[in-house]
């Protein structure tokens, strides 16, 4: 036999086992995707809250509380939706604020936009949505995980449109881009939807030191996951948010004096407590509370603890 016939076989041999692989790979994506459903009028109104359409895309909120009290703006985490703010939102509607919680652009019923997801466009989120409801007095910025530093940030960038700043468990790095993998063209897109995506309601549980005593708690989140966009909104935030470096934000916070709370969880495994720390260090004027027997949502796990002092933090 020839070389040439030897080539020839062992070509159709590969181009075969390519073909294999990529239908393989097929139905391995076909069957992981879970975005089957589009997010439309239609679903939004027999969802929950209010929408307001922002120059990037439809927001989902909620605002409750009388007109003229102190606002308190919540920002969600990564991939959660504003029901992580729970308990958070009652007791301060109970308490005389006027709160506002909104889902990010890309999680719960807001719009997914083919964005690029780096801090200017969740700086820009919040501004739009403050001016779109007409909210022009300061408010006080509370931020949860991720949101910890979209909240600094939007404190930074816009010091006269905030009077105080709550941190929970807030996230802090030097910029953490993620594997090669996931930033390589489609290779990254298959990689949430066969890997990555599948396993992240599970993954919830690690927020709480008892998430038995929640077990309705992953519904909203499941929920959001069926909507086309949800993966890509997260992925394009891995790659253009997380790998940005946020600490100088929080060094500027600490030299504009403005009041901050820092709460965080003992047992937090997401962020880990120690790194209360390094935030305490570059915020030094920042009051801290330690909560026991809790995670990396401690004001979702032990409202009876934190509720209080945030509501006295809120009041001075």
């Given at each position: 036999m020839s070389v040439r016939s030897v080539a020839g076989k062992a070509g159709v041999v590969l181009g075969g086992l390519v073909l294999a692989l990529a239908a393989i790979s097929l139905v391995q994506y076909v069957r992981a995707d879970q975005e089957k459903l589009a997010l439309d009028e239609a679903v939004r109104r027999s969802g929950p809250g209010?929408?307001?359409?922002?120059?990037?895309?439809?927001?989902?909120?909620?605002?409750?509380?009388?007109?003229?009290?102190?606002?308190?703006?919540?920002?969600?985490?990564?991939?959660?939706?504003?029901?992580?703010?729970?308990?958070?939102?009652?007791?301060?509607?109970?308490?005389?604020?006027?709160?506002?919680?909104?889902?990010?652009?890309?999680?719960?019923?807001?719009?997914?936009?083919?964005?690029a997801y780096d801090a200017a466009f969740y700086d820009r989120q919040i501004l739009d949505l403050l001016d779109a409801l007409d909210i022009r007095n300061p408010v006080n910025v509370a931020g949860l995980s991720m949101g910890g530093p979209i909240a600094t940030a939007f404190a930074v960038n816009h010091p006269e449109r905030v009077?105080?700043?709550?941190?929970?468990?807030?996230?802090?790095?030097?910029?953490?881009?993620?594997?090669?993998?996931?930033?390589?063209?489609?290779?990254?897109?298959?990689?949430?939807?066969?890997?990555?995506?599948?396993?992240?309601?599970?993954?919830?549980?690690?927020?709480?030191?008892?998430p038995e005593r929640f077990p309705r708690y992953l519904d909203p989140y499941r929920k959001q996951m069926r909507?086309?966009?949800?993966?890509?909104?997260?992925?394009?935030?891995?790659?253009?948010?997380?790998?940005q470096d946020m600490t100088e934000?929080?060094?500027?916070?600490?030299?504009?004096?403005?009041?901050?709370?820092?709460?965080?969880?003992?047992?937090?495994?997401?962020?880990?407590?120690?790194?209360?720390?390094?935030?305490?260090?570059?915020?030094?004027?920042?009051e801290f509370l330690p909560v026991d027997d809790a995670a990396h949502i401690p004001a979702y796990e032990h409202p009876e603890v934190v509720n209080p002092v945030l509501i006295r933090f809120l009041q001075k």
């Open positions: 209010s929408f307001v359409r922002l120059p990037a895309g439809v927001t989902h909120y909620e605002l409750a509380g009388p007109r003229g009290a102190d606002t308190v703006l919540l920002i969600p985490g990564f991939s959660v939706t504003y029901t992580v703010w729970d308990p958070t939102f009652d007791a301060l509607v109970g308490a005389g604020f006027r709160v506002l919680r909104y889902d990010l652009f890309g999680r719960g019923y807001s719009d997914r936009p083919d964005a009077r105080r700043v709550v941190l929970e468990a807030p996230a802090y790095s030097t910029g953490y881009p993620p594997p090669l993998e996931l930033r390589a063209p489609l290779l990254g897109q298959y990689l949430m939807t066969v890997r990555v995506a599948p396993g992240l309601p599970e993954s919830q549980w690690a927020d709480f030191v008892h909507y086309r966009g949800f993966r890509r909104a997260l992925l394009a935030t891995m790659r253009n948010y997380l790998s934000y929080y060094r500027r916070l600490g030299h504009s004096g403005k009041p901050v709370l820092l709460i965080w969880g003992r047992a937090d495994q997401d962020v880990p407590f120690e790194t209360s720390g390094k935030v305490r260090q570059s915020v030094p004027q920042a």
